[in-house]
């Protein structure tokens, strides 16, 4: 049986850029704090009402507080992107909003080298 990380990973996507030492030979979710946890309390069961979602969420992740491989765990939903759920400590919504300000910051790198540019051409 699949162990509830496993079971949240495509097993043909479960391999991510390595942060911390951890090798291809060592992927990062054999590490995971979740293997020993119910993998319910990453995900939401269908109709859950907020105040049951919020407090499942906070208790996933206090397991992600605990875990070595956060930072792997957390790019690897953000790469993806997974849709769903709570990876590396943060909810989708959460995700969704470091995915944005991540875009944001970009365009604004992309702008200010592209000024930089016409700056030192001009000169
Ligand atoms: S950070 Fe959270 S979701 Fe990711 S592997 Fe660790 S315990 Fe699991």
Redesign the pocket.
């Known amino acids: 049986m699949l162990r509830?990380?496993e079971a949240?990973l495509d097993a043909n996507r479960s391999r991510v850029p390595t942060q911390r030492g951890h090798t291809d030979d060592s992927p990062?979710?054999s590490?995971?704090?979740?293997?020993r946890?119910e993998a319910g309390l990453?995900f939401a069961p269908s109709k859950e009402p907020t105040a049951a979602r919020l407090a499942r969420e906070e208790q996933?992740?206090r397991?992600?507080g605990?875990?070595?491989?956060?930072l792997?765990?957390?790019e690897?939903?953000l790469l993806q992107p997974e849709p769903y759920?709570?990876?590396?400590?943060l909810t989708a919504a959460e995700r969704r909003v470091v995915l944005a300000r991540r875009r944001r910051r970009e365009q604004e790198l992309r702008e200010a080298a592209r000024i930089g540019t016409q700056v030192a051409a001009a000169g």
Not at 31 to 35: K, L, P, V
Request: net charge positive; aromatic share 10%; with cysteine.
């Open positions: 509830p990380i949240r990062w979710h590490s995971a704090a979740c293997r946890d990453f996933a992740k397991v992600c605990r875990c070595p491989v956060l792997e765990c957390r690897h939903a759920g709570v990876w590396g400590g």
